[in-house]
């Protein structure tokens, strides 16, 4: 099965990027990767996801290996509010998404 | 304005107690799925489903039913809860046509069985 692995905790000055990294080594060539974010026990939320080039939207950029073995998810100004647990994803058996236990980004002052 | 609505947020049983926690979306999504989130253990998949009448169990289904008749709604099910099914819930849904690139949670319901 397809799994991801993040370090279970970063921190970051409030203003400077938030660097990411998540590792996907089994990742099969045809699946994304996808970021999401939770703050204290809300639902989760998207925040990007990418194949094989790397995206970048309104929240953040996401740089992926040419390798498609890791990627790192970027936050360029990181806020307060960004003080999150984020998940990196993958989605295997066609249908099912790997969680596993995401990074506590502490953004601080 | 589009969102995934679980009811309840809270609810204290007891052991063996049957109980079910509704999940529904307004998004005509054809894709709904549970999840439960433990310290330490960040989300796992409990069942999925891909349209009505199309259930599929995930990882951790041992407990656990859902049913799919009708496509806004998807409930879980447990028939005889223990201690070890205290956590916190999320369901979630997505459409095909994105590809299942975007889930959408709702605010989750936090399970406790005494």
């Excluded at chain 1, 989760?44 to 309104?58: D, F, R, V």
């Excluded at chain 2, 439960?36 to 169990?57: A, C, F, H, W």
């Amino acid at each position: 099965d397809a799994k991801t692995t993040q370090p279970p905790s970063m921190d970051c000055a409030e203003g400077r990027a938030a660097n990411l990294p998540c590792n996907h080594s089994t990742i099969s060539g045809n699946e994304y990767v996808y970021w999401y974010r939770q703050i204290h026990s809300q639902g989760p939320q998207y925040i990007i996801h990418g194949l094989k080039n790397n995206e970048t939207n309104e929240m953040a950029s996401l740089i992926i290996t040419e390798d498609r073995k890791s990627s790192t998810l970027i936050l360029p100004h990181a806020t307060l509010r960004d003080t999150a647990v984020y998940y990196c994803i993958v989605r295997y058996n066609f249908n099912k998404f790997y969680f596993g236990s995401g990074t506590k980004l502490n953004v601080k002052p | 304005e589009a969102q995934v609505t679980q009811n309840p947020r809270y609810l204290i049983t007891v052991t063996g107690k049957k109980l079910t926690v509704t999940c529904s979306q307004n998004m005509n999504h054809e894709y709904m799925s549970w999840y439960r989130q433990d310290p330490g253990l960040g989300l796992r998949q409990i069942y999925y489903s891909m349209n009505v009448e199309v259930t599929d169990k995930g990882d951790v289904p041992e407990g656990y039913k859902v049913s799919r008749k009708e496509k806004r709604n998807f409930p879980l099910i447990l028939e005889s809860p223990s201690p070890n099914q205290t956590s916190l819930y999320f369901c979630a849904s997505s459409s095909r046509d994105s590809g299942l690139r975007k889930l959408f949670f709702g605010s989750g319901t936090q399970l406790s069985v005494l």
